[in-house]
């Protein structure tokens, strides 16, 4: 190439970095058409799939009209990105042959987390009433969604992962740059950008910045608008409420098996191996984002002098409280190991008696 220089004028030089240019961008392009295309012929191929399934289940004149308790029950987990969610899906995945369950991915357009209202409609009734469908456990990245509102019977069950906001945020950095372990050859959002995540930081980059925390709590909070409103008050107070009230279990990142542990005791129809699995399967901690450095306690200290960071590790703190609390009355240890509670109630004096 320096030879080249030496050897063109500089007029044939700047029409040769133009032309180059202009070949760069036209690949570029392409290569976004065919990332549209694959994402096209994806959605494609899962409606031929539902097409098929729901075509079968019709034809099966010999299932039963109506549905036991114990399979009338549908599991939402809407994971919020880099919380360890695909480790833990994969499992609902190996475990759905064998304990008799639908495993179903909810592919928003561009990952919205947020619905339509009439998507929110169609939503809640393809989860209700999609009886071959149940028991069905459905998870994607969408804000927690109130089924009440809608007049449902029977509301599914929610349960979610939180993580460490600024972990978080810098596993989610990093993703956007090198991707991980799982898909390595799929192009990235933001690939080729090499800065670290302590450069962005000193940079005041957007990617790094402390709005980019700000996505626990409006997953929590849901559908409202002022969920998605960057520092809401009334936001952090929802997200608490619906953690406590609309979720069956919240676990953390960092205490991964044991929320495994505790949801195969509570739910076994759907969990039952799930801990031997997430401790011998070759799948468990699955996805490793690649290329992954750890901020130095200055980047730390700048975002933690942000009103966002105190108020997602405020809600973080609260999780990871709850999420105690719950444990200490699940399991017990022994020897440096968890076991879980045996059945510590029973009924007496119960009238009339029986003959």
């Not at 005041?204 to 925390?213: I, P, Q, R, T």
């Not at 849901?222 to 619906?242: P, T």
């Not at 730390?300 to 009355?329: C, G, P, T």
Request: include cysteine; hydrophobic fraction near 35%.
């Amino acid at each position: 190439m320096g030879l080249l220089r030496i050897m063109m004028p500089p007029k044939f030089q700047l029409l040769a970095m133009l032309a180059f240019g202009v070949a760069m961008l036209f690949l570029e392009n392409q290569i976004q058409k065919l990332e549209e295309s694959r994402g096209k012929l994806e959605r494609a191929i899962a409606r031929h799939e539902v097409r098929e399934i729901e075509e079968r289940h019709t034809m099966d004149s010999s299932r039963s009209l109506e549905l036991d308790e114990s399979n009338d029950v549908v599991i939402i987990y809407n994971r919020v990105p880099k919380t360890a969610s695909t480790s833990f899906t994969n499992i609902a995945y190996d475990l759905c042959g064998k304990n008799k369950y639908h495993v179903l991915h909810i592919n928003t357009t561009k990952n919205n987390p947020v619905m339509s209202l009439q998507d929110q409609v169609r939503f809640v009734r393809n989860v209700t009433s999609w009886r071959e469908m149940k028991p069905g456990f459905y998870h994607g990245h969408v804000a927690f969604l109130d089924f009440t509102k809608f007049g449902v019977k029977r509301k599914p069950i929610y349960i979610n992962v939180v993580r460490d906001p600024i972990e978080r945020l810098v596993s989610y950095y990093y993703f956007l740059r090198f991707g991980d372990d799982y898909r390595p050859g799929l192009r990235r959002r933001k690939q080729g950008d090499k800065k670290t995540f302590d450069e962005c930081v000193g940079a005041g980059g957007s990617d790094c910045a402390a709005e980019k925390l700000w996505l626990q709590i409006p997953f929590f909070c849901g559908h409202y608008s002022e969920c998605w409103n960057v520092g809401s008050r009334w936001a952090v107070e929802q997200a608490k409420y619906n953690l406590v009230n609309e979720y069956l279990l919240v676990g953390v990142t960092e205490e991964l098996e044991d929320f495994i542990m505790m949801l195969e005791a509570a739910l076994p129809r759907y969990f039952r191996g799930a801990t031997e699995l997430y401790r011998t399967g070759k799948k468990s901690h699955l996805r490793k984002t690649s290329e992954k450095k750890p901020p130095t306690k200055e980047s730390i200290a700048k975002l933690q002098q942000s009103d966002i960071w105190k108020m997602e590790n405020e809600f973080y703190e609260f999780a990871l409280e709850q999420f105690q609390f719950v444990r200490a009355h699940a399991v017990r240890e022994k020897d440096g190991e968890l076991y879980i509670l045996a059945q510590n109630f029973f009924y007496e004096k119960i009238y009339p008696k029986m003959n």
